[in-house]
Nanobody
Framework: QVQLVESGGGLVQAGGSLRLSCEASGSISGSIFRFNAMAWYRQAPGKQREVVASIGSGGITNYANSVKGRFTISRDNAKNTVYLQMNSLKPEDTAVYYC?????????????WGQGTQVTVSS
């Protein structure tokens, strides 16, 4: 069984900050979590889901251009948790944010998703 549980979403004014957390449990905890990439995606109403940020097993990070310099992804392997620190939030950051685990250390490679957490930024 695989579980990704997000938390930390909410309503914030433009310019504010939020920190999202995603804890992995079940089959992708422990060494599986440690040696695989994690990412945050978001989906706004009427739009396709898009990647926001990713972090590899070695800690290398990548960001969408729209969030560079404002968002920071990090991971705590001891807690099987990935974070997304979001600063200087804008109304266009409003979306449901999803945690993703991209598992390549078993066959076949698989993607797992959390249930999503709503982030709403008011102007």
């Amino acid at each position: 069984q695989v579980q990704l549980v997000e938390s930390g979403g909410g309503l914030v004014q433009a310019g504010g900050s939020l920190r999202l957390s995603c804890e992995a449990s079940g089959s992708i905890s422990g060494s599986i979590f440690r040696f695989n990439a994690m990412a945050w995606y978001r989906q706004a109403p009427g739009k396709q889901r898009e990647v926001v940020a990713s972090i590899g097993s070695g800690g290398i990070t990548n960001y969408a251009n729209s969030v560079k310099g404002r968002f920071t992804i990090s991971r705590d392997n001891a807690k099987n948790t990935v974070y997304l620190q979001m600063n200087s939030l804008k109304p266009e950051d409003t979306a449901v944010y999803y945690c993703n685990a991209h598992i390549t250390t078993w066959f076949p490679a698989s993607d797992y998703w959390g249930q999503g957490t709503q982030v709403t930024v008011s102007s």
